[in-house]
């Protein structure tokens, strides 16, 4: 599971982490939060994307050797 903080840095710019990596500079914590709200999103879409479902075998590899 991802952890999310929210800093202020200074008066009007806050920061977001997501596994103590920064994933966005913001200038309100609203903006913040929509940045985290939408990172969590896009790893959530990337982890149905690529889900095999149990017993299904992985997708065929194609070209190469």
């Known amino acids: 599971m991802t952890e999310y903080v929210i800093r202020e840095v200074a008066l ?11 994933i966005a500079c913001c200038a ?3 903006g913040a939060e929509k940045a985290m709200i939408e990172h969590s999103q896009r790893g959530r879409q990337l982890l149905d994307s690529t889900a095999i479902t149990l017993g299904q075998s992985p997708p065929a590899r194609t070209g190469g050797l």
Do not use: P
């Open 12 to 22: 009007h710019q806050w920061l977001v982490f997501a596994d103590r990596k920064c």
């Open 28 to 30: 309100d914590e609203n």
